[in-house]
């Protein structure tokens, strides 16, 4: 599947959209009136409604140009900043840990805490800046100790360690596509100020998985 890692979906656009994560669960009611509930995905997927982010001709105008030019419909995934959800520390109820893949390489994943019940959630699209590796609660050096790739969100260690001992903090987008390929406005009125004024339906983008 296609992947476009810059440019990112534009951050003014993104603060006003509406959404977040959602699970998909079968619920079975019996005659009696008891359920039986199944989880059918084992990690959230986070889903958002971008037009509410539009708020003049520009606004709209820039994300024509990224709809047309790097989406392209539902064809091609990119980055989209959560800006309720878009980073990580080394603990808490928004703790960045791993998951051992190999002795060397390790998949980043941040984990939500409330009381004893977690939440793990794989990160794949971290940024570089800003970036902290610990193992034990001493930081490693990026290129020394370990690297990074930003667009799987794996770290490579150059020497054996223990998934369980390290942590990482920083920042990280979500991996989006549009889920639509049509993008439908009609304009109902002009602005001195701003331009034309739109209305327009949903436009849906869904988080790619796997």
Same mark, same amino acid.
């Given at each position: ?17 509406? /959404? ?7 619920? =079975? +009611?019996?005659?009696? !009136? ?5 989880? &059918?995905?084992? #990690?959230?997927? $986070? ?5 509410? /982010? ?7 105008? +820039? *994300?024509?140009?990224?709809? *047309?030019? =790097?989406? %392209? ?16 520390? $080394? ?8 998951? !051992?893949?190999?002795?060397? +390489? ?8 409330? !009381? ?8 794949? %699209? ?6 902290? *590796? %610990?193992?034990?609660?001493?930081? *490693?050096?990026?290129?020394?100790? #370990? ?6 969100? =794996? ?9 369980? &001992? ?21 304009? =109902?009125?002009? &602005?001195?100020? +701003?331009?034309?004024? #739109?209305?327009? !339906? ?9």
């Amino acid at each position: 599947m296609p992947f476009i890692e810059s440019p990112r979906f534009p951050e003014r656009i993104a603060y006003g959209a509406m /959404g977040g994560p959602g699970f998909n669960t079968t619920v =079975v +009611t019996s005659a009696s !009136g008891r359920e039986a509930r199944n989880q &059918n995905w084992q #990690y959230p997927r $986070h889903a958002w409604d971008v037009s509410q /982010g539009l708020n003049s001709q520009a606004d709209f105008d +820039t *994300l024509r140009a990224f709809f *047309l030019a =790097v989406g %392209k419909g539902k064809r091609n995934g990119w980055r989209f900043k959560d800006w309720a959800d878009f980073q990580a520390a $080394h603990s808490g109820a928004g703790a960045g840990v791993v998951s !051992g893949i190999t002795s060397t +390489t390790f998949q980043l994943v941040k984990r939500y805490t409330s !009381g004893a019940q977690t939440q793990d959630r794989i990160i794949t %699209k971290p940024i570089a800046a800003g970036f902290e *590796l %610990k193992d034990g609660g001493v930081t *490693l050096t990026l290129t020394t100790d #370990y690297t990074l790739n930003t667009t799987t969100g =794996v770290v490579t260690t150059t020497a054996p360690r223990t998934a369980a &001992n390290l942590t990482w903090a920083g920042e990280f987008d979500v991996p989006m596509r549009f889920d639509v390929d049509e993008l439908r406005a009609r304009i =109902v009125s002009r &602005n001195a100020a +701003t331009g034309l004024i #739109y209305e327009w !339906g949903e436009i849906p983008i869904v988080e790619l998985v796997g």
